[in-house]
């Protein structure tokens, strides 16, 4: 069982940087391969980015690579969002997540959601 708490959202200008942190609880936190997702108002879960139980693979989105950048801390059991460049277009709650196994990049592909985090950017 892992529990996931999402931390460090908030409201910045468009072009501002935000760092977010999902803390875990569990010993196995290292097994497990981390996410990132989103949701805007009215639309479905969004993935933005993934890491591998590692930390030695990345995967991000189109519409975030090269602004954005997941790292994580396992002797922390933490799992980092750093946010740069924000858009307007960025504001969403923001979620981490867990899984175990699987290549799939959507919601429904993971285990563990954590209750997000709301990220505001004003233009």
């Known amino acids: 069982q892992v529990q996931l708490v999402e931390s460090g959202g908030g409201l910045v200008q468009a072009g501002g940087s935000l760092r977010l942190s999902c803390a875990a609880s569990?010993?196995?936190?290292?097994?497990?391969?981390m996410g990132w997702f989103r949701q805007a108002p009215g639309k479905e879960h969004e993935f933005v980015a993934v890491?591998?139980?590692?930390?030695?693979?990345?995967y991000y989105a189109d519409s975030v690579k090269g602004r954005f950048t997941i790292s994580r801390d396992n002797v922390k059991k933490t799992v980092y969002l750093q946010m740069d460049s924000l858009k307007p277009e960025d504001t969403a709650v923001y979620y981490c997540?867990?899984?175990?196994?699987?290549?799939?990049?959507?919601?429904?592909?993971?285990?563990?959601w954590g209750q997000g985090t709301q990220v505001t950017v004003s233009s």
């Open positions: 569990g010993r196995t936190f290292s097994s497990y391969a």
């Open positions: 890491i591998s139980w590692s930390g030695g693979s990345t």
């Open positions: 997540a867990a899984r175990k196994s699987g290549s799939r990049l959507t919601w429904d592909e993971f285990d563990y």
